[in-house]
């Protein structure tokens, strides 16, 4: 008699046999990369975004494309023997504790040589200790919590500027806008309450008290509220010269509607990126932002100083029906970064690799970024990330600062 | 603070609670009727707005307008859930209770899947509607339009639901089925066919507030997730199945929240209302309106 345990049993067997069949060799021709994004949840488009951005790179490293960029001539990865990249993507729904299983997950069954991620500051910042844990490099493409580069980790790098240099940036516009003349006495902080926004404010408040700029708001809302209306309240009281939002899409979006319900019309708004930097958030309410200026690492208009930029956008636009931004630039960028080391190291080895990430030396010219270059100082920072400010003017982003970058000067105050 | 502001406050404490009130009913109705609890309450909220979104695109009417049509599309949507899902959860033979909460928790995961699946992750927006973006200035107190209506809608919800319940068959039927569902079998009342019409009745008047909503928020597959929340408080100050409970308790967890973020830093503005909620459940734990 066959019992239903011994099918149960056997059944399973033949599944691992199956499994074990199917599973692709892991010689060294493919070095396999585990990107973590949140796929579902709230931010989901944003990863959604991700993993096109960073299976275009994938396909300018695998693929032959004539493009100025690391990889992008020949296939595959040289310094492998032409090994090919493997992605594989896992869910972190913006939750830390789940970044944290699936990067372990990624490291120890899908034997990642590398890890990139996670746009949330609060899930890079679980996720880098977990790859640090097990000596995996990981590139942390687009969370820009500055608190991430100081916690001395070793396998921690990140092309992209972080929240201080894009803070920075922001009140030296403030400061030149001041230099010709604008009266900017005050600003308000709006941030979000995790690690992202509460990083983002405590910058904005130190670089405020140090330039002479007043703080007449500071007020840190709970992220998805279902209404901001009591704390556009106070911003509207306070009526700053300049509001500084520091947002998820979300919150951007809510915080853009209620300002328009409750008539205030902030005289001027810094973005900290983020929700600022996505374009769903301008479909939706552009109209109540027009001469918004938000930081960013990237924007279209570059295509007159990075050749590339165009083509790549039309590789990403082919997979993602729309255009490459703050986000997906970074995103595919960190690939890119990831893959020159990889290839100069030869190896998959995770301390050849790190070793690899730390000699990087790739000019700006080679991104499609605002870049003086990237290299990585012992922080795992690149220093020479030059943030760039946008503004929306009409039904696209325009860079107004610094003047090395600029296409157009800024618009101020701002004409919503 | 000054007296403009305050009134500021009130106002829209008062304005969006209605709405808060709107959202719950349906929820406080369904387990009034049949002591189950809808965890995807929320989800049906986000459907009526994909809905409300959808009939606009394909219709170019205003969500006003087609506001009765969202509520029977979520009637069908209630009915449909408790036929397809509720009535099997409910022949458990043990831990009834636990099936129920999984099955309706499990719908909610489904549904939202199925949301981002076919409507993509990206937030979607009603454009250009009579009321959207429009504002009404009283004395320096600024009162959007969407609101307002959505507080007219939910006190005309509330009117109707009572009039429903207090001088129809059907209304008696529902209060007879929730006092004794053995004895209604006796004399010739279905009661699935009445657990089958109340969800759909709750569904309806969550359709109402999702049509309400779309008007003035963000629509997105898990934008449920925030309002139910509320919504399960609301339910739960108000007393589990009183339908008057949970028009004062969305009152009160509206201007609540609003004055707490007034006093406390925003980002803890929902500590006052559960603060409030854990206070009445040392006076009284069956809520406020709740019955023994």
Redesign the interface.
């Known amino acids: 008699m066959i019992r239903r345990r011994d099918l149960l049993v056997g059944g399973a067997g033949a599944l691992a046999l199956a499994g074990a069949g199917l599973r692709p060799a892991r010689a060294a021709d493919e070095v396999v990369v585990g990107v973590l994004y949140a796929m579902s949840g709230a931010s989901a488009q944003v990863g959604v975004d991700a993993r096109h951005a960073i299976e275009t790179a994938l396909d300018i490293v695998n693929a032959d494309h004539a493009l100025d960029l690391p990889l992008a001539k020949g296939t595959g990865l040289p310094g492998l023997g032409g090994a090919k990249i493997r992605l594989v993507f896992a869910d972190h729904q913006a939750d830390p504790q789940k970044g944290r299983a699936e990067a372990e997950r990624l490291i120890t069954q899908d034997k990642v040589a590398a890890l990139v991620g996670c746009y949330q500051s609060a899930v890079s910042n679980t996720v880098s200790a977990t790859a640090e844990r097990y000596g995996v490099p990981f590139v942390c493409a687009d969370s820009s919590s500055p608190s991430l580069h100081r916690r001395n980790l070793k396998f921690f790098f990140r092309p992209a500027a972080h929240d201080e240099m894009f803070s920075a940036a922001m009140f030296d516009f403030l400061d030149a806008q001041r230099a010709k003349g604008q009266t900017i006495g005050s600003v308000a902080l709006f941030f979000e309450d995790t690690i992202y926004g509460v990083d983002s404010a405590n910058v904005q408040r130190k670089l405020a008290g140090e330039r002479g700029y007043k703080v007449v708001a500071d007020i840190k809302y709970k992220t998805n509220s279902p209404s901001l209306t009591a704390e556009v309240q106070q911003l509207k009281t306070a009526n700053a010269d300049v509001l500084l939002p520091t947002s998820y899409t979300t919150d951007a979006i809510l915080l853009t509607k209620t300002m328009a319900e409750l008539g205030y019309k902030p005289k001027s708004m810094l973005a900290q990126a983020a929700g600022f930097a996505e374009k769903v958030t301008y479909d939706t309410v552009g109209d109540k932002l027009q001469g918004l200026i938000s930081r960013g690492s990237f924007s279209l208009d570059l295509a007159a100083k990075r050749p590339s930029v165009g083509a790549v956008n039309a590789l990403y636009k082919a997979r993602a029906a729309r255009d490459l931004n703050d986000n997906s630039s970074r995103q595919f960028m960190a690939l890119l970064v990831l893959a020159d080391a990889v290839n100069r190291a030869g190896s998959t080895d995770g301390q050849k690799i790190r070793a690899a990430l730390s000699a990087t030396d790739i000019p700006g010219a080679q991104t499609i970024m605002p870049w003086k270059r990237v290299a990585f100082g012992p922080d795992g920072q690149n220093t020479e990330a030059d943030p760039v400010l946008l503004q929306w003017v009409g039904d696209k982003f325009v860079t107004v600062f610094p003047d090395s970058a600029a296409v157009a000067p800024a618009l101020w105050p701002m004409k919503a | 603070m000054?007296t403009q502001?305050l009134a500021?406050?009130l106002a829209?404490?008062l304005l969006?609670g209605l709405i808060y009130a709107l959202i719950a009913v349906g929820l406080s109705l369904i387990f009034g009727l049949m002591d189950v609890v809808n965890f995807a309450h929320g989800e049906f909220l986000m459907i009526a707005m994909y809905a409300t979104f959808g009939l606009v695109l394909a219709t170019q009417l205003d969500p006003v307008v087609l506001m009765p049509l969202v509520a029977a599309l979520l009637f069908a949507l209630g009915g449909a859930s408790y036929l397809g899902v509720v009535r099997f959860a409910m022949r458990a033979k043990a831990n009834q209770g636990m099936v129920q909460i999984f099955a309706t928790f499990g719908l909610a995961i489904l549904l939202?899947?199925v949301a981002?699946y076919l409507f993509?992750?990206?937030?979607?927006?009603v454009?250009n509607t009579w009321l959207g973006?429009r504002?009404l200035?009283v004395g320096g107190v600024?009162l959007?339009w969407?609101?307002i209506f959505g507080a007219v809608v939910s006190l005309a919800a509330f009117g109707g639901l009572h009039l429903l319940m207090s001088r129809t068959d059907f209304g008696r039927a529902l209060e007879a089925t929730r006092e004794d569902q053995g004895a209604v079998a006796l004399v010739g009342i279905d009661r699935n066919r009445v657990f089958a019409l109340g969800w759909g009745l709750g569904a309806a008047l969550v359709g109402l507030a999702g049509a309400v909503l779309a008007v003035?928020?963000?629509i997105?597959?898990?934008v449920g997730?925030?309002?139910a929340l509320?919504a399960y408080v609301t339910v739960a100050l108000g007393g589990f199945g009183s339908v008057a409970g949970a028009l004062v308790a969305g009152v009160i967890v509206g201007l609540v929240?609003?004055?707490t973020?007034?006093i406390l830093?925003?980002?803890?503005?929902?500590v006052g209302v559960y603060a409030l909620y854990l206070a009445v459940v040392f006076v009284r734990p069956q809520g406020l309106f709740g019955r023994l």
């Open positions: 000054t502001a500021q406050v829209s404490g969006m939202q899947g981002q993509t992750p990206d937030y979607r927006n454009q973006g504002t200035e600024f959007p969407p609101q003035f928020y963000y997105h597959p898990q997730a925030s309002f509320i929240e609003a004055f973020a007034v830093p925003p980002a803890l503005k929902s």
